[in-house]
């Protein structure tokens, strides 16, 4: 099955400075992969995704970049805020959509002031 | 919009009990699934439906029953608990199989002990 790894696990930034998550994926067939940010003691929520066929998706202050040939994907934040800090998930999916994912472990993101 | 409604959002077993998590979604979406999230391991897909009547095996089923007698509601039982089934648990939905995205719902914290 799918495996997707995740770095770093923790993450501090000062405020108004870039951030980048990476993520590698194991299955070739995987051709849809959605950045999840997750708020204590809440559920995930989708922030950015992208498809296999697009190198690169900008959304404001957030992109994220597919190399497929490598099987690694990235989130970019820039013009860190402090409410930007929260964990962030990427995952991989095979069937196109947001369904059946498999995700990574997790990059605790901290802005600090 | 209630969106993915999960409850209770807290709950606490002795081992051996039974117990079901309630699973509701309000946007007729066809697609649900449950996952569980355990520290540094990211959310993992227990069991998933691509519709009323239909239900299939995820990552991590062992453990879990699940059905699906109508659109809106995915009940995840755990018929004896065991304090390996200590987790937080989510709720998805999306509107179909392919091509959508995932809304999750705010989650159940269960303390097996």
């Known amino acids: 099955g799918e495996n997707v790894e995740q770095h770093p696990s923790t993450l501090s930034v000062q405020e108004g400075d870039s951030a980048v998550i990476k993520c590698t994926y194991s299955?070739?067939?995987?051709?849809?992969f959605p950045w999840y940010k997750q708020e204590l003691g809440k559920g995930p929520q989708l922030i950015i995704d992208?498809?296999?066929?697009?190198g690169e998706k900008k959304d404001q202050r957030i992109a994220v970049t597919l190399n497929k040939t490598a099987k690694h994907f990235s989130l970019h934040i820039t013009e860190t805020q402090p409410e930007d800090s929260a964990v962030y998930f990427c995952?991989?999916?095979?069937?196109?959509?947001?369904?059946?994912?498999?995700f990574g472990t997790g990059t605790q993101l901290k802005v600090e002031l | 919009n209630a969106g993915v409604t999960q409850t209770p959002k807290f709950q606490v077993l002795k081992t051996g009990q039974s117990m079901t998590l309630q699973c509701a979604q309000d946007?007729?979406?066809?697609?649900m699934s449950w996952y569980r999230q355990d520290p540094g391991m990211g959310l993992r897909l227990i069991h998933y439906?691509?519709?009323?009547?239909?239900?299939d095996q995820g990552e991590v089923p062992n453990g879990y029953n699940v059905s699906r007698s109508t659109t809106e509601d995915f009940p995840l039982r755990l018929l004896s608990a065991a304090p390996s089934q200590t987790s937080v648990y989510f709720c998805?939905?999306?509107?179909?199989?392919?091509?959508?995205?995932?809304?999750f719902g705010q989650g159940t914290r269960l303390t097996v002990v």
């Open positions: 998805a939905s999306s509107p179909s199989f392919t091509n959508t995205e995932a809304f």
């Open positions: 299955d070739s067939a995987s051709n849809y």
């Open positions: 992208i498809r296999s066929n697009v």
């Open positions: 995952a991989a999916s095979s069937t196109g959509g947001g369904n059946k994912l498999t």
């Open positions: 946007m007729n979406h066809e697609y």
């Open positions: 439906s691509v519709g009323a009547g239909i239900t």
